[in-house]
C-alpha cells in the first residue's frame, strides 16, 4: 500500500510536468518481461517515437522485469493511474473486458498470420474500443506467439498424457478450464513463482512460448516441451484512459500512429527472438515434440460453451473464423 501510494505520487508529479530532464511529461510503463524482451522493445520504440514527434514533451520509462509488479498488480495501477502505460497479456483482462474472451480462445486462430489478419482489423479494432469502459486505451497488439505445454516428466503426444500433470497457467478461467478439459491440473500463479515450484515439485510444468521458456530457464527445471500450440494471444499495450484523454487531440494521433508503428518493429523482434530461443533450448537440453493436434482442438468444445455465452462474443468468433 506504501509503495501504491509513492508510486501514485510520482506519477501525479510528473504529469505536472516534473518529469525526467528535457521532457516536460515522464510516462511510466511496466512489462513483466526481462530487458531486451521483444514488448520491452516494442514500448521502448513507441517511446522513442512519441519524444521524437512531440519535439520530447513526453518521454516513457519502461519498468521491465517485473519491477513495479506482475500483471495483476500492475492492470490496476494503470487503471488507477498510478502508472500511465502497461504491457501486459490479454488473458487476466477477460474478467472485466468481454472482448478480450475471444483472442484467448483455444485455437482460435489457424496461425500466426491469422491472428495478425484479425487483430490488425475490425475485430482487433472492436476489441480495443472494448477497453474504454474500463478506462483503458489500447493503443497496439504485440505478437507473443504460440503457447505450448512443457514439463519435468514426460514427453506429451496426445491428449491422454496430460491426464493428472499440474501446470501453472495465466491467472485466467479461460486457461484454467482449457487445462482441465485436456485432463490435467491447472494451477494460476505469478509468472515470477513458476521456476521455483517446477523445481520443488509443486507444479509439473507449465504453459509459454519459446522465448519465454527460453529467457525464464524453464527448460533447466522442464525439458520435455510439447507443440501444442494451443494459443496465439496478443498481447496488449495499454495507457490509462484519463492520461490519453489529457492529451490534445494532435498529441492523441502522435500515439496512436507511434503504438502502431512500434507493432511492426516488435514483431520482427520477436519472429527474430523465438527463432534464437528455440535454437537455445535445443542446445540446453530441451525435447522439443509434436502431438496429435485434433485431439486437442476438440476437447475444447466445452471451453467454447462456457466461455462464448452472448451474441456479442459469439458473433466475433465467427468474425475472426471468417478472417481471411
Keep these: ?13 510528473s504529469l505536472l510536468g516534473m518529469g525526467a530532464a528535457g521532457a516536460q511529461t515522464l510516462l511510466r510503463s511496466s512489462d513483466t518481461h526481462p530487458d531486451g524482451y521483444p514488448t520491452v522493445e516494442g514500448v521502448k520504440y513507441f517511446g522513442e517515437l512519441v519524444k521524437e514527434r512531440t519535439a520530447g514533451r513526453y518521454e516513457v520509462e519502461v519498468y521491465h522485469s517485473a519491477q513495479l509488479g506482475e500483471e495483476k498488480d500492475t492492470i490496476e495501477q494503470v487503471r488507477s493511474g498510478v502508472i500511465q502505460l502497461n504491457r501486459v497479456s490479454m488473458a487476466p483482462f477477460n474478467g472485466t473486458v468481454k472482448e478480450t474472451i475471444v483472442p484467448a480462445l483455444p485455437y482460435v486462430f489457424r496461425d500466426e498470420e491469422h491472428m495478425h489478419k484479425v487483430m490488425d482489423g475490425p475485430v482487433g479494432d472492436q476489441i480495443k474500443a472494448a477497453f474504454e ?22 514427453p506429451i503426444r496426445t491428449v491422454a498424457d496430460l491426464a493428472g500433470l499440474k501446470f501453472r497457467v495465466i491467472q485466467s478461467d479461460i486457461f484454467v478450464d482449457m487445462t482441465s478439459a485436456l485432463g490435467a491440473n491447472a494451477t494460476p500463479m505469478p509468472y515470477g513463482e513458476v521456476y521455483s515450484s517446477i523445481e520443488t515439485g509443486v507444479i509439473d510444468g507449465a504453459e509459454n512460448n519459446f522465448p519465454s521458456y527460453d529467457t525464464a530457464r524453464h527448460v533447466e527445471v522442464a525439458k520435455y516441451y510439447s507443440l501444442d500450440q494451443h494459443t496465439i494471444l496478443p498481447e496488449v499495450f495499454v495507457m490509462n484512459k484519463a492520461a490519453f484523454d489529457a492529451l490534445t487531440p494532435e498529441d492523441q494521433a502522435i500515439f496512436r500512429q507511434a503504438a502502431k508503428d512500434s507493432v511492426g518493429r516488435q514483431r520482427e523482434l520477436w519472429t527474430a527472438m523465438t527463432e534464437s530461443s528455440r535454437k537455445k533450448v535445443e542446445e540446453a537440453g530441451a525435447e522439443i515434440n509434436e502431438v496429435e493436434k485434433q485431439g486437442f482442438i476438440d476437447a475444447m468444445k466445452p471451453v467454447y460453451d462456457k466461455h462464448v455465452k452472448d451474441d456479442v462474443l459469439r458473433k466475433l468468433v465467427e468474425d475472426v473464423r471468417a478472417t481471411q
Excluded: E, H, Q, T
Excluded at 469502459?133 to 514426460?154: M, T
Design 133 to 154: 469502459p474500463a478506462g483503458l486505451v489500447a493503443l497496439a497488439f504485440y505478437d507473443a506467439g504460440s503457447r505450448s505445454f512443457y514439463n519435468s516428466k514426460k
Design 1 to 13: 500500500m506504501r509503495m501504491m501510494k509513492l508510486l501514485a505520487g510520482v506519477a501525479l508529479a
